[in-house]
């Protein structure tokens, strides 16, 4: 693939991502319209994490079954415009067939045992919360069957430089829920939430169909298992499961804590947390994942100055888009929320609820953005152990921190727990990574107090606009938008002006990737990587 042609596709991509979204969260509104944050909502979203397991985690984008097919399958495939090998074949139909089978026992597993998983994941749940749950988690059992299927279509999709219904098949689970919700207006159970998880699931892997025949494949059921390229496969998939699992557990541990708090508690933790993804998933995916290859490349080449100066350069600019996101969070998360969420059935007790998670979950981005980098060094440096114990640590404190919260903040014990286990996490890894390479965290301590003398700035101004406009303009949903969207344009403007007075790296070279974007030039490394 040519420079140019990546180029196009990383911009595709980028559009079809920011795209997805936003259908996805339109689906949060039309669902919280629906449902509100209630018993019925709770439901579907404690029975929805066990096959969104296998489905977005599992058989996901970046996911464990989508990575192992990328790093076998490209290597056997030489040239994608002929048609595949017998042996290539046969491997697919193995890897498949085996996958089929290991998920269809977990599929039928969880169908018979419902009941209990339900209680073990919400000990606490009231009776109606408990059937209602393990009804729609049987309903939604087949997604296990569809997740590691479906992973390893999108890997095939992508080695053959196909890309553009892998990154939109995920919107497909959002757009059947939307018809669903808008068409069966008078369901009271939330059972169509679970069959339009169940339908969007099958959509989405009947949609890569196409590219798979195209590609010259055809199915048929072989079991190969001692195979030596499916042993190959193994020793890619199974780590990465094991890892993609300990991340999952710190789910359920919410999860049961949760579940003895009021009704629509979790649903309020869930809404709060997607929420706090969409930017920060948008900052990650613009700053982060181009250093990743960088990283490696220096590595590599023992190039340690330049991994350090991009490492620092990187974090800088990640902090430098995180700290105001943070601070407009804390100042507006009420009404934020009271726009996108409260109407229909979501109402201001909601709205109250969804903020106060959303505020001591929004603490983490600093942290977050902090670790995700760490991370992607120790990857450069073939080390998934160090990440991976840490992660293991992290369930342990993140229960007791549960435990000794949640009778003294409720809803707020589950998110600031999260929060602080995402800082000892960024601790942890900061310190083992001195093992590797000393990363002179010290050259972070005046960037750093430039960025929150400029958030600070920004704050007074939006905090003053906010106290103008409560005073001065009734509390409609039309001065609402007003007011968030003025002080919103006015609070980045203030940013980026205090950024630029403080001679702030970071902040010039976020304007420079701007001016590059509109004026269409190429991208420079000065460009993605920020001071």
Same mark, same amino acid.
């Given at each position: 693939?040519? !420079?140019?042609?990546?180029?196009?596709?990383? #911009?595709?991509?980028?559009?079809?991502?920011?795209?997805? !979204?936003?259908?996805?969260?339109?689906?949060?509104?039309?669902?919280?319209?629906?449902?509100?944050?209630?018993?019925?909502?709770?439901?579907?979203?404690?029975?929805?994490?066990?096959?969104?397991?296998?489905?977005?985690?599992?058989?996901?984008?970046?996911?464990?079954?989508?990575?192992?097919?990328?790093?076998?399958?490209?290597?056997?495939?030489?040239?994608?415009?002929?048609?595949?090998?017998?042996?290539?074949?046969?491997?697919?139909?193995?890897?498949?067939?085996?996958?089929?089978?290991?998920?269809?026992?977990?599929?039928?597993?969880?169908?018979?045992?419902?009941?209990?998983?339900?209680?073990?994941?919400?000990?606490?749940?009231?009776?109606?919360?408990?059937?209602?749950?393990?009804?729609?988690?049987?309903?939604?059992?087949?997604?296990?069957?569809?997740?590691?299927?479906?992973?390893?279509?999108?890997?095939?999709?992508?080695?053959?430089?196909?890309?553009?219904?892998?990154?939109?098949?995920?919107?497909?689970?959002?757009?059947?829920?939307?018809?669903?919700?808008?068409?069966?207006?008078?369901?009271?159970?939330?059972?169509?939430?679970?069959?339009?998880?169940?339908?969007?699931?099958?959509?989405?892997?009947?949609?890569?169909?196409?590219? =798979?025949?195209?590609? #010259?494949?055809?199915? !048929?059921?072989?079991?190969?298992?001692?195979?030596?390229?499916?042993?190959?496969?193994?020793?890619?998939?199974?780590?990465?499961?094991?890892?993609?699992?300990?991340?999952?557990?710190?789910?359920?541990?919410?999860?049961?804590?949760?579940?003895?708090?009021?009704?629509?508690?979790?649903?309020?933790?869930?809404?709060?947390?997607?929420?706090?993804?969409?930017?920060?998933?948008?900052?990650?995916?613009?700053?982060?994942?181009?250093?990743?290859?960088?990283?490696?490349?220096?590595?590599?080449?023992?190039?340690?100055?330049?991994?350090?100066?991009?490492?620092?350069?990187?974090?800088?600019?990640?902090?430098?888009?995180? =700290?105001?996101?943070?601070?407009?969070?804390?100042?507006?998360?009420?009404?934020?929320?009271?726009?996108?969420?409260?109407?229909?059935?979501?109402?201001?007790?909601?709205?109250?609820?969804?903020?106060?998670?959303?505020?001591?979950?929004?603490?983490?981005?600093?942290?977050?953005?902090?670790?995700?980098?760490?991370?992607?060094?120790?990857?450069?440096?073939?080390?998934?152990?160090?990440? =991976?114990?840490?992660?293991?640590?992290?369930?342990?404190?993140?229960?007791?921190?549960? =435990?000794?919260?949640?009778?003294?903040?409720?809803?707020?014990?589950?998110?600031?727990?999260?929060?602080?286990?995402?800082?000892?996490?960024?601790?942890?890894?900061?310190?083992?990574?001195?093992?590797?390479?000393?990363?002179?965290?010290?050259?972070?301590?005046?960037?750093?107090?430039?960025?929150?003398?400029?958030?600070?700035?920004?704050?007074?101004?939006?905090? #003053?606009?906010?106290?103008?406009?409560?005073?001065?303009?009734?509390?409609?949903?039309?001065?609402?938008?007003?007011?968030?969207?003025?002080?919103?344009?006015?609070?980045?403007?203030?940013?980026?002006?205090? #950024?630029?007075?403080?001679?702030?790296?970071?902040?010039?070279?976020?304007?420079?990737?701007?001016?590059?974007?509109?004026?269409?030039?190429?991208?420079?490394?000065?460009?993605?990587?920020?001071?």
């Amino acid at each position: 693939m040519t !420079k140019s042609n990546l180029i196009k596709v990383a #911009g595709l991509i980028a559009v079809i991502t920011i795209l997805s !979204k936003l259908v996805g969260f339109l689906r949060d509104v039309v669902t919280a319209g629906a449902y509100g944050a209630t018993t019925i909502s709770d439901a579907y979203f404690y029975a929805y994490q066990i096959p969104a397991f296998a489905l977005i985690l599992l058989g996901g984008l970046g996911g464990p079954f989508h990575t192992a097919t990328i790093a076998v399958f490209s290597k056997i495939i030489p040239d994608i415009e002929e048609k595949p090998s017998k042996e290539v074949q046969s491997l697919l139909n193995s890897f498949i067939t085996i996958t089929g089978i290991c998920f269809l026992a977990l599929t039928i597993l969880v169908w018979i045992f419902a009941d209990p998983i339900i209680k073990a994941i919400a000990a606490n749940a009231s009776p109606e919360l408990h059937n209602l749950a393990t009804l729609q988690l049987k309903i939604m059992a087949p997604i296990m069957l569809i997740g590691g299927v479906i992973g390893i279509l999108y890997g095939i999709s992508n080695v053959y430089k196909e890309f553009m219904f892998t990154a939109l098949s995920p919107t497909m689970v959002s757009i059947v829920i939307i018809g669903a919700i808008l068409v069966f207006r008078n369901d009271s159970t939330g059972i169509i939430l679970a069959w339009g998880t169940l339908i969007g699931a099958l959509v989405q892997l009947l949609i890569q169909l196409p590219v =798979f025949f195209k590609s #010259g494949f055809t199915y !048929k059921p072989e079991f190969k298992f001692f195979d030596e390229k499916i042993k190959n496969i193994r020793k890619i998939l199974l780590p990465a499961m094991i890892g993609t699992t300990i991340g999952q557990i710190n789910i359920y541990v919410d999860m049961f804590f949760a579940s003895q708090l009021i009704a629509g508690a979790w649903t309020a933790i869930g809404y709060a947390n997607r929420i706090f993804q969409f930017p920060v998933g948008i900052i990650i995916t613009a700053l982060l994942v181009p250093l990743f290859p960088m990283f490696s490349t220096f590595v590599g080449k023992r190039d340690w100055d330049s991994l350090k100066y991009y490492f620092h350069r990187g974090l800088t600019s990640l902090w430098f888009m995180s =700290f105001p996101i943070l601070a407009f969070i804390i100042i507006f998360a009420q009404d934020g929320i009271k726009l996108l969420l409260e109407r229909g059935q979501f109402d201001a007790n909601d709205t109250y609820m969804v903020s106060l998670a959303l505020i001591y979950l929004s603490i983490s981005i600093i942290p977050y953005v902090a670790r995700d980098t760490l991370t992607r060094v120790f990857y450069a440096f073939d080390d998934s152990k160090t990440p =991976f114990y840490v992660a293991m640590v992290s369930i342990i404190v993140k229960a007791t921190l549960n =435990f000794m919260l949640i009778g003294h903040l409720g809803i707020g014990a589950i998110t600031l727990s999260t929060t602080a286990v995402t800082i000892i996490n960024c601790l942890l890894l900061a310190i083992f990574i001195r093992n590797k390479i000393d990363l002179e965290f010290k050259q972070f301590i005046s960037p750093t107090l430039k960025i929150i003398f400029a958030t600070l700035t920004m704050s007074a101004i939006a905090f #003053g606009f906010k106290w103008y406009f409560e005073q001065a303009m009734p509390d409609t949903l039309l001065y609402l938008t007003l007011k968030l969207t003025i002080c919103g344009v006015i609070s980045i403007i203030v940013y980026f002006i205090t #950024g630029k007075l403080l001679k702030l790296g970071a902040a010039e070279h976020v304007l420079e990737r701007l001016k590059t974007m509109i004026c269409k030039k190429p991208i420079t490394d000065t460009a993605i990587s920020g001071e």
